[in-house]
């Protein structure tokens, strides 16, 4: 294939085809849309879709689709040919910029929340011309917006757009203030680092619960798990390196920045990481990612796991979202400086990010609020559910010495001295990571370290960047009108310093006793599940401020929160019909053969010498027949409350029942499940256990 700088980005229509396909007035004007916002003249769609199929075409294409990310949490695509009919019978690959701009898929079967009634089919898809377009084997995939034909968003894509937008908008005018007049844009950049496992493909396809619902439902603990630490940045296996280089390939051909790779605490584990790009960009790259993800693994007979919690008891996936802004020219605004006492540009846009956690804490809880990611957070490998912010000694020390009005000491460069001559001398940095924190400071950008593995980053960064647009905002409105640009300046940041700094805590996440000074001491929020915040999303102050920034409208957010909750009550609703089928065809059938083939063996060891007392099988016998009617009646009782979920009235409620009623009866049918697993000889066990899951990759 040669060198990787051969192939990078060879499947993109990216800015080196666009000057080399386009003529020169066409590139300027669809550069100036790009970079600027500004209306495309149809000419402009015309010559650029042109060119767009042309190299399409020459790499073997005969379709295209509109690529979008409805509500669903994946993405979407309707193929149409380039094919048109000639008079003489045969055909020509034509693509028009009409066609390039908008398209009209069916809308009818996605997500709306109510949006629109499942009659009203119309949807249209629009052009989001600052994603390259890309090749899918034979297809020309486009990224676009996805809307109703009423005119809502019905994508993930569109509030993500708003949102940048929202936070340019109020960013320049805190730049201007201090001065820049040359900036035209600030835009946000994230780099979301990915966490998955990969299993056996045997292993999967014998696993019912594996194969509905992405996660094992049943799994007794395996004699080894993650005690060891061995797995961590352990020499990667053969199988799994082969599936990396390819994966690789596959990546590097989309122009997808993939940088880091490395095994993950848990057995079986793994993380990619890429390079920072802009976040619509980066939003679009993941879910590619992931799809191309499970794609490589199929090819090598292997399984990609994404869920947040795949299996009990080892840590589960996370998707760290590495978010920062910077200007078109370069700048990092989020970056101190060597002295970042004396950066008050910066110092304000740190306070802006401080007020918007504080302020919209439940809404990056909500931002990534799934039935999946609840297993998640909290443990030992994730964030607790109580959002706080993490700043480290320097940057703490700073913003005490402001809010108090005395001189800011600064913190002692510590040179580490590692005891031998051989090895290099280096200044340590001055603050650690602190990887128990939900939004974590580390040098230039901010970590939000909650969301789960599989879902869309689009979600988080629409709250992250609207609640930064609305601190900004706010200290804009107050500093244009101020007499003294300096005093009203220390003000703002002195007083966002003590009416925020509730939300700063730098220490363990993991000690219970920070969950009750959370809630009790500082009145943060804690929302364990989906069902606990979800509701929040349309509190009046969430509602409002996603409006007044043009993120959403009030209809959008309310259909949001109802497809959502919708989404949570379903997946546990498949999950828990998936535990009573796998426990009435699956596990008390093998239990049972087990347990009757015991009892056959003392009735003939006892036929053979009646004096023996067969204690093992009679013991072992009656353990059996108790647990397997435990597992009965558990099962009885989970499939009757399924029954009654919809009875509980609207989604929210039904939601309430789910949380409160069926999470405690499957936790009680697997706990019953899990210990007949323990007693039961393996070849009648039906399905791969744990030990076989996490170490079956060589």
Same mark, same amino acid.
């Given at each position: ?228 630490? %061995? /797995?961590?940045? !352990? ?5 799994? $390196?082969?599936?990396?280089?390819? &994966?690789?390939? =596959? #990546? ?121 990611? %609840? /297993?998640?957070? !909290? ?5 607790? $559910?109580?959002?706080?912010?993490? &700043?480290?000694? =320097? #940057? ?303």
């Amino acid at each position: 294939m040669g060198t990787v700088s051969d192939y990078f980005g060879s499947m993109v229509f990216d800015d080196r085809m666009m000057r080399a396909k386009l003529s020169a007035d066409v590139y300027a004007s669809l550069r100036k849309t790009m970079d600027e916002g500004s209306e495309l003249d149809i000419r402009v769609a015309n010559a650029v879709a042109e060119a767009m199929k042309n190299w399409a075409v020459e790499k073997g294409a005969t379709h295209y689709t509109h690529w979008f990310q409805p509500l669903t949490g994946i993405t979407a695509e309707k193929h149409d040919s380039f094919i048109s009919p000639s008079p003489d019978g045969s055909v020509i690959m034509e693509f028009s910029g009409k066609e390039l701009i908008k398209g009209e898929p069916d809308a009818s079967s996605f997500p709306s929340g109510g949006l629109r009634a499942t009659f009203e089919a119309r949807g249209y898809t629009a052009w989001d011309p600052t994603s390259y377009a890309f090749l899918k084997g034979k297809t020309l995939c486009i990224p676009t917006a996805f809307c109703s034909y009423g005119g809502h968003a019905l994508d993930k894509k569109t509030p993500l757009l708003r949102s940048m937008e929202a936070l340019n908008r109020q960013a320049l005018r805190i730049l201007r203030l201090f001065g820049n007049r040359t900036a035209k844009r600030v835009v946000s950049s994230v780099g979301p680092e990915q966490e998955y496992f990969l299993i056996t493909k045997e292993m999967y396809d014998a696993r019912l619960d594996l194969r509905l619902t992405g996660r094992t439902l049943f799994g007794a603990k395996s004699p080894k798990g993650q005690e060891m630490d %061995d /797995h961590y940045f !352990g020499v990667i296996k053969p199988r799994v $390196a082969a599936y990396m280089e390819d &994966l690789n390939q =596959e #990546l590097w051909k989309l122009g997808i920045l993939a940088k880091t790779e490395h095994n993950e605490v848990a057995p079986a584990q793994h993380e990619l990481a890429p390079i920072y790009t802009t976040t619509n960009i980066a939003t679009d790259h993941n879910q590619l990612t992931m799809e191309i993800m499970q794609k490589v693994a199929a090819k090598h007979g292997l399984v990609c796991l994404l869920h947040e919690k795949p299996f009990a008891g080892v840590n589960g996936s996370g998707k760290h979202n590495n978010w920062s802004i910077a200007t078109d020219e370069g700048q990092n605004l989020l970056s101190p400086g060597a002295t970042p006492y004396e950066n008050a540009q910066f110092l304000l846009f740190l306070c802006a990010v401080i007020q918007a956690v504080d302020d919209y804490q439940d809404l990056l809880r909500i931002s990534v609020a799934t039935a999946g990611n %609840d /297993h998640r957070l !909290g443990a030992n490998e994730a964030p607790p $559910a109580v959002v706080s912010v993490f &700043l480290g000694e =320097e #940057l703490t020390g700073v913003l005490e010495a402001i809010e108090t009005d005395t001189p800011y000491q600064g913190v002692q460069k510590t040179q580490m001295k590692l005891g031998a001559d051989v090895l290099p001398k280096f200044n340590r940095d001055t603050t650690d990571r602190n990887r128990t924190s939900p939004f974590a400071f580390t040098g230039n950008k901010f970590e939000f370290r909650m969301l789960g593995s599989s879902n869309s980053i689009a979600c988080a960064n629409i709250m992250l960047n609207s609640a930064v647009a609305e601190s900004l905002k706010k200290y804009a409105d107050r500093l244009e009108g101020a007499a003294d640009f300096k005093t009203a300046l220390h003000e703002t940041i002195q007083e966002t310093v003590k009416d925020h700094k509730r939300i700063i805590f730098n220490g363990n996440g993991y000690d219970g006793s920070w969950i009750q000074e959370a809630t009790e001491k500082r009145g943060l929020r804690n929302y364990p599940t989906t069902a606990d915040c979800m509701p929040h999303l349309l509190d009046r102050k969430n509602v409002e401020m996603l409006t007044s920034q043009g993120v959403y409208s009030e209809e959008e957010l309310k259909s949001r929160c109802e497809i959502m909750l919708e989404n949570y009550c379903k997946t546990i609703v498949i999950e828990a019909n998936t535990m009573v089928d796998m426990a009435k065809t699956q596990i008390l059938p093998a239990v049972e053969a087990y347990s009757q083939d015991v009892a056959k063996a003392a009735a003939a060891k006892k036929a053979l010498d009646p004096s023996l007392a067969c204690l093992y099988e009679t013991g072992l016998v009656r353990k059996l027949s108790a647990l397997t009617d435990r597992i009965a009646e558990k099962t009885e009782e989970l499939a009757t409350a399924l029954l009654s979920v919809e009875d509980a009235g609207n989604i929210e409620a039904q939601s309430m029942r789910i949380r409160d009623r069926i999470l405690g009866l499957m936790g009680e049918l697997r706990l019953a499940c899990d210990e007949a697993e323990t007693m039961t000889a393996k070849k009648y066990w039906p399905f791969p256990s744990y030990a076989d899951l996490l170490f079956s990759v060589k």
